[in-house]
């Protein structure tokens, strides 16, 4: 029991430090692209990031202290299929960095990245506590609405693009 503690204590340290990555970087994108409608975006995500990390601080602290996870009510069941990935081809073209010389698209590549990284943590955490497999099943489906919905602005912006060629 002790290892498996262990092992979850630093799947949610992982965790609280993507989603403070993912924040950090979607306050600067915010700040930085000039789409007023990717503005918006950048910040609702660094607002959803923030609520994330603060879900898992809170879970981590439970475990630290009581041993135990805590229930928590903004954690609302889902159904989603753990076993696909979000984006399982093509990743490649996503592992691009933000400069001071990135434009818009390269902030919402960046973002994308993001988010398949932070998704695939979740549907892969491995833990038997089932409100600890309760919370990363819903933070996966909130990570897989974050991507969807960067990948739609990036397609209304720059077009359909074809992953595969």
């Not at 994330?52 to 602290?61: E, N, V």
């Not at 902030?107 to 506590?129: C, N, P």
């Not at 099943?137 to 990570?143: G, I, M, S």
Request: proline residues 2%; charged residues 30%.
């Amino acid at each position: 029991m002790a290892q498996e503690t262990n092992l979850t204590t630093e799947l949610l340290k992982r965790a609280m430090g993507l989603e403070q990555e993912g924040r950090n970087f979607y306050i600067k994108a915010a700040q930085t692209t000039r789409d007023k409608k990717g503005q918006d975006i950048f910040k609702t995500l660094s607002d959803d990031e923030g609520s994330h990390y603060d879900l898992l601080k809170s879970q981590y602290d439970a475990l630290m202290k009581k041993g135990s996870w805590v229930v928590s009510p903004e954690i609302k069941k889902v159904s989603i299929d753990l076993g696909k990935p979000l984006f399982p081809r093509g990743i490649d073209a996503l592992k691009k960095k933000v400069t001071e010389k990135s434009d818009d698209r390269d902030a919402l590549l960046f973002g994308l990245d993001i988010e398949i990284k932070s998704y695939d943590l979740y549907r892969q955490a491995t833990v038997m506590d089932a409100d600890g497999k309760r919370l990363f099943a819903y933070l996966a489906d909130q990570e897989m609405g974050h991507f969807n919905l960067l990948m739609q602005r990036f397609e209304g912006q720059f077009g359909p693009v074809s992953w595969w060629d």
